[in-house]
C-alpha cells in the first residue's frame, strides 16, 4: 500500500498552481461531509486544519488535499463523470478515498437520501472538473487513458457539456449563505477540458512542443514561470534574432529526426498543426506578432498571396497546410504501398529458397541399401519357352 502511495506521488510530484476555484469547492464539500456524517470529524481534523487565530483554512492542508486529490481522482474520471456505482460495491477493490482516511465506499453503504447521494456526486464531478487542467501526465489516469482511445469525441464532449449543466443548479440554486461562493465561471468549460484531455492522451505534436521548449527554454534565458503577457516573451526572443534561429534550426532537426526515425509521422503533425491554425483564429495578438517579426526583417511566409507587409493569414495558412498534408498522405499511400510489394517479393524470394533447400536435403541411399532394396523385390516370372524339338513333332 505504502508502494502505491508513493508511486502516485512521484506522478504529481511537480509544483502545480492551485485553482482558485478548488479551495472553495473544499470548504463546501468537507463543510456537507461532516453535517452528514459528523463521526468522521477527528479524521478530518487531522489533515483540515485553520490558521492559529482564524477561521481560514492553512495553506498546506489545502496543499495537501489538493495533492491527494491529483493522486486519486484521475484514476476514477470516467468512474465519476458517468456515476458508476459499481465502485461502490461492498466487495469492490477500487480506490474510492477521496478525501484523505475517508473510503466514500463505506459512506455509500450508509443509509442516506437519494438527494444526498446526488449532492456527493455534484461535489466529485465538480473536483475532477477543477483539478483535470492541472493534471499534465498521461500516466496520472492509469489504466484509465486506455479509454480515451476508444470512447467516441462527440459523445464525450456532450456528457462533459451536460456535466457542467447539471451542476450549475448545485451553487447558483442555493440559499446557504455559509456557502463559499463557488463560481462555475471559473470553471474550466467543457470545450476546454475536452482539448486539453485529447490533447494530452494524442497530441503528438503537443508533446514534442513541449519536449522541444523544455530543452531549449534555458538556452534562450526565459523565466516562463513569471510570464504575464505573450507579447513580452517574443520581444525578449528577438533581442537575439541569432539565437532565435538557432532555435528554429534545432526544432526543425529535431522533427525531421522524430519522422525518420518512424516515432511520429508527416500527417499526424501536419495534422494536429492544421488543427492549432485553426484556434488560432481567435487568439488574440496574433497581427502584434506580425509586426514584431516585420521590424525584425522576418516575414510570416506569405501563404494566402498578400503583400509584405500584410497581416498574418492564418485561413490561407491553414490551407496550406492541409493542401501539404493531403500530398503527404499521398506520399505515405504510396509508400506503404511499397514497402508492402517489397515485403511480398522478399517473402516469394525466401519461400523458393526454401523449397529448394528442402528438395536438396532428399535422402539418398548408399550402395548396400540400393542392392538389399532390389534383392528384396518380387523377382519376375520368366515365359515357358518350348523346345525346337517338341516344336517338329508336333508339325509330325
Known amino acids: 500500500m505504502a508502494d502505491i502511495k508513493k508511486e502516485k506521488d512521484e506522478k504529481v510530484k511537480e509544483p502545480v498552481e492551485i485553482p482558485a476555484e478548488f479551495q472553495k469547492i473544499m470548504k463546501d464539500f468537507i463543510r456537507d461531509i461532516m453535517l452528514t456524517f459528523p463521526e468522521y470529524q477527528p479524521i478530518v481534523n487531522k489533515w483540515w486544519k485553520t490558521e492559529i487565530e482564524s477561521t481560514e483554512i492553512s495553506q498546506s492542508s489545502i496543499e495537501f488535499i489538493f495533492k491527494h486529490c491529483l493522486s486519486v481522482y484521475p484514476e476514477r474520471f470516467f468512474d465519476i463523470l458517468y456515476k458508476n456505482q459499481e465502485m461502490f460495491a461492498e466487495k469492490s477493490m477500487i480506490n474510492t478515498e477521496f478525501l484523505p482516511g475517508i473510503s466514500f465506499k463505506y459512506l455509500w453503504s450508509c443509509e442516506i437520501s437519494d438527494g444526498t447521494r446526488e449532492t456527493i456526486w455534484k461535489y466529485l464531478q465538480l473536483i475532477i472538473l477543477a483539478i483535470v487542467g492541472s493534471i499534465n501526465n498521461k500516466e496520472a489516469f ?3 487513458s486506455k479509454i480515451f482511445d ?3 469525441e462527440d459523445e464525450f464532449r456532450n456528457k462533459l457539456q451536460e456535466t457542467m449543466e447539471g451542476m450549475q443548479n448545485l451553487f447558483k440554486n442555493t440559499e446557504d449563505t455559509s456557502s463559499s461562493g463557488v463560481n462555475m465561471d471559473n470553471i474550466p468549460s467543457a470545450d476546454d477540458i475536452h482539448g486539453h484531455l485529447s490533447g494530452m492522451m494524442n497530441g503528438k505534436l503537443g508533446n514534442l512542443a513541449r519536449e522541444i521548449a523544455e530543452e531549449t527554454a534555458g538556452d534562450l534565458d526565459l523565466d516562463m514561470e513569471n510570464v504575464t503577457d505573450m507579447k513580452d516573451v517574443f520581444q525578449n526572443l528577438f533581442k537575439n534574432p541569432g539565437k532565435l534561429m538557432g532555435l528554429v534550426k534545432n526544432v526543425g532537426e ?7 526515425s518512424g516515432e511520429i509521422s508527416q500527417t499526424e503533425l501536419l495534422s494536429e498543426a492544421t488543427e492549432m491554425m485553426n484556434k488560432m483564429k481567435n487568439t488574440p495578438g496574433m497581427e502584434n506578432i506580425q509586426d514584431m517579426l516585420s521590424k525584425m526583417g522576418m516575414q510570416m511566409p506569405n501563404m494566402g498571396g498578400a503583400g509584405r507587409n500584410a497581416k498574418v493569414d492564418v485561413n490561407a495558412m491553414e490551407a496550406k497546410l492541409k493542401q501539404v498534408m493531403k500530398k503527404a498522405e499521398m506520399s505515405e499511400k504510396m509508400l ?11 517473402k516469394a524470394a525466401s519461400d523458393a529458397v526454401q523449397a529448394a533447400l528442402a528438395a536438396s536435403k532428399q535422402p539418398t541411399f548408399t550402395d548396400e541399401q540400393l542392392i538389399d532394396m532390389f534383392s528384396n523385390m518380387e523377382k519376375p516370372t520368366k515365359t515357358p519357352r518350348v523346345l525346337k524339338e517338341d516344336k517338329k513333332k508336333k508339325k509330325k
Open 254 to 260: 529535431k522533427l525531421d529526426s522524430r519522422i525518420k
Open 150 to 152: 476508444s470512447i467516441n
Open 336 to 346: 506503404k504501398k511499397s514497402e508492402e510489394r517489397k515485403k511480398a517479393q522478399e
Open 142 to 144: 492509469g489504466d484509465t
